[in-house]
């Protein structure tokens, strides 16, 4: 009598479906099978597309006035980010998950592994189907599974129960003959955690599908690139190597942009934006627990003028971590002096905080005066007092870099944006 295969461990990787577009369906069931897209927190590109509009050929990231005739041609619904609305079901997402399993990975707002334990290829396939139909029931967001013996897999699988409709919205990757045939069928810049330009190195190498990496000799590839790509060779091969993130795994970078529908003339009007940007930057920064080392700011103009271009970019580290954003602003306008150029009129602007951690400790220097434990327990304080006071009237304190408040103004169009169905009862729909 064969005998039942046991896992040690197994991930199953939640992947929501077009999560924006999926968050605003919730609560607009008349938008089922109607071609959605939500656009970037300026209305300038889309970030999110039904199935409706792939079918189009419409791409991530295309800009709206490329698309405007199509979008009244094919009765496309256009939605702002409503931020505050994909994040609320998110956590509602991995709420429920954690509710339902003691190990949940969350990778992402709309993406999550649940780490299986001691389990059957056809135990783990019936706990997806459980995970999918709770999600869906509960939740009422549309779910793709994943499930196989490593996270690289595992996301394979999710793509693959994505884009076969015959899967059902779930895939196992344990048969291994079923295991190479998809690695064969699958270009190489598909895999996670292969960028760009590895895959032109990989490609010159006439490796150019998983299946073929997956062949590969991988301490070879060590040797020759990194012990990443090892990692990656291993879990196609089943492998479990990229470890599970940390419970306090770091942001990377904060970055806040904006496109704006009216160029820019003056170094005054470029600061108030960019220390408008550097504000809310800076308060995602302490929500999230966290101090910066370095700043970087961008100014330039539209890609698609006719007059002349220009664009600019320039970083400064601080001598200590900080998340106060009084010095990030005036760092802001430091760096702002040094890279503005008059004639010009200028599209878009952006601010990134980046070297992120979760506290002060740094490796000083002789020349450096440090900053006593007051000094930082006084700047904490007032942030803090700060933060509260906006969350609790809404955003009216502003620093005085940041301009009049009739000068900020929003370039996302209101009209586009959904109501805060799940965080204010003013917002709730009503039925009747």
């Given at each position: ?86 994040l ?59 499930v ?16 076969h ?7 196992a ?16 810049g ?96 302490r ?22 271009r220009?664009?600019a970019?320039?970083?400064l ?57 007051q ?58």
């Open positions: 009598m064969p005998t039942t295969t046991c896992y040690r461990k197994v991930y199953a990787l939640i992947d929501c479906n077009n999560f924006f577009v999926s968050c605003e369906r919730l609560f607009r069931p008349d938008l089922w099978q109607r071609p959605v897209i939500v656009l970037s927190n300026n209305d300038g590109c889309v970030v999110a597309r039904s199935a409706e509009v792939k079918a189009l050929g419409i791409k991530m990231g295309t800009p709206v006035f490329k698309i405007q005739d199509l979008i009244l041609k094919k009765h496309i619904v256009c939605f702002s980010s409503n931020f505050n609305l994909y609320d079901i998110s956590q509602r997402i991995m709420r429920l998950l954690d509710s339902m399993y003691p190990e949940v990975l969350v990778y992402s707002v709309d993406e999550a592994f649940v780490i299986l334990r001691q389990v059957s290829a056809d135990d783990a396939y019936s706990q997806a189907c459980r995970i999918k139909k709770a999600v869906e029931r509960i939740i009422g967001i549309p779910v793709s599974l994943g196989a013996t490593s996270k690289t897999l595992a996301k394979i699988a999710s793509h693959q129960a994505k884009t409709p015959e899967l059902q919205g779930v895939c990757l344990f048969d291994k003959t079923q295991c190479r045939r998809v690695l064969h069928q699958l270009p190489i598909e895999i996670w955690g292969i960028g760009r330009r590895l895959e032109e190195k990989l490609s010159s190498l006439q490796i150019k599908t998983a299946g073929q990496l997956a062949a590969t000799d991988a301490n070879a590839m060590k040797k020759r690139f990194s012990i990443v790509l090892w990692r990656t060779i291993q879990e196609l091969r089943g492998y479990d190597e990229i470890k599970e993130l940390p419970p306090d795994h770091l942001q990377q970078q904060i970055m806040w942009s904006r496109s704006f529908r009216e160029r820019l003339l003056t170094e005054e009007a470029l600061g108030v934006a960019l220390c408008g940007f550097a504000a809310k930057a800076a308060q995602r920064l929500e999230l627990k966290l101090y910066c080392s370095l700043l970087t700011i961008y100014i330039r103009t539209s890609y698609f003028t006719q007059d002349k220009y664009q970019s320039l970083s580290r601080f001598d200590h971590p900080t998340a106060d954003s009084r010095t990030i602003l005036t760092a802001v306008n430091i760096l702002l002096t040094r890279i503005f150029k008059p004639g010009f009129a200028y599209a878009k602007a952006g601010v990134i905080l980046s070297e992120l951690r979760a506290s002060r400790t740094h490796q000083g220097d002789l020349f450096t005066k440090e900053q006593s434990a000094e930082q327990r006084q700047s904490d304080n007032l942030m803090e007092l700060i933060d509260k006071l906006n969350a609790q009237n809404g955003v009216k304190l502003y620093f005085g870099a940041q301009g009049r408040h009739e000068q900020i103004k929003e370039s996302t169009d209101k009209r586009l944006l959904s109501p805060a169905y799940t965080t204010s009862f003013h917002a709730l729909p009503e039925l009747f």
